[in-house]
T-cell receptor, first 115, second 114 residues
Framework: AQSVSQHNHHVILSEAASLELGCNYSYGGTVNLFWYVQYPGQHLQLLLKYFSGDPLVKGIKGFEAEFIKSKFSFNLRKPSVQWSDTAEYFCAVNEGGSTLGRLYFGRGTQLTVWP | GAVVSQHPSRVICKSGTSVKIECRSLDFQATTMFWYRQFPKKSLMLMATSNEGSKATYEQGVEKDKFLINHASLTLSTLTVTSAHPEDSSFYIC??????????FGPGTRLLVL
């Protein structure tokens, strides 16, 4: 079975600091990769996704993520965070190169940004 | 963008009663819907996958007779928690997917069983 690891459980940053959240997965085959964000009191929203092609993907709100196949990683980055980025961030992986089927989620990283 | 709604947003019920949660895709047809359970400080746990017009596929350890899932149309799936007990108290989230597109998530339903 697939496993997804998010090593940072809680990250606290000041505004304008740079952000990198780690995500590693275990499946050795073709994967689709996602980052979702859950703002306080709101539902999960898609930040960005990787299916194929350029391993550096750009998402909404200035976020980007890089797929490094050799490291089984899909880290999320943002050069300068804002207070409004305070939220829970989930990495998710889908096996087999098809978006049909289950998503495996990491346990989430709570990001707190101080103004 | 794709919108998924859930109703109710929160529900409190007595132990032994059944609770139905609805998941609707508002602006697209969802060939597949997923039901998740989220525990505090934990990740989302997939409970089952449902395809319109067919029986749901349950994940290992999820009791299909306790968590009844119906996906009668391309825009509606329901999860019924039968004979609910306090340990069923949780946050239940659905997601909907159109063909091979991304999953879009509902806002969740907070269930409290007294």
């Amino acid at each position: 079975a697939q496993s997804v690891s998010q090593h940072n459980h809680h990250v606290i940053l000041s505004e304008a600091a740079s952000l990198e959240l780690g995500c590693n997965y275990s499946y050795g085959g073709t994967v689709n990769l996602f980052w979702y964000v859950q703002y306080p009191g709101q539902h999960l929203q898609l930040l960005l996704k990787y299916f194929s092609g350029d391993p550096l993907v750009k998402g909404i709100k200035g976020f980007e993520a890089e797929f490094i196949k050799s490291k089984f990683s899909f880290n999320l980055r943002k050069p300068s965070v804002q207070w409004s980025d305070t939220a829970e961030y989930f990495c998710a992986v889908n096996e087999g190169g098809s978006t049909l089927g289950r998503l495996y989620f990491g346990r989430g990283t709570q990001l707190t940004v101080w103004p | 963008g794709a919108v998924v709604s859930q109703h109710p947003s929160r529900v409190i019920c007595k132990s032994g009663t059944s609770v139905k949660i609805e998941c609707r895709s508002l602006d697209f047809q969802a060939t597949t819907m997923f039901w998740y359970r989220q525990f505090p400080k934990k990740s989302l746990m997939l409970m089952a996958t449902s395809n319109e017009g067919s029986k749901a596929t349950y994940e290992q350890g999820v009791e299909k007779d306790k968590f009844l899932i119906n996906h009668a149309s391309l825009t509606l799936s329901t999860l019924t928690v039968t004979s609910a007990h306090p340990e069923d108290s949780s946050f239940y989230i659905c997601s909907a997917q159109e063909l091979q597109e991304t999953q879009y998530f509902g806002p969740g339903t907070r269930l409290l069983v007294l």
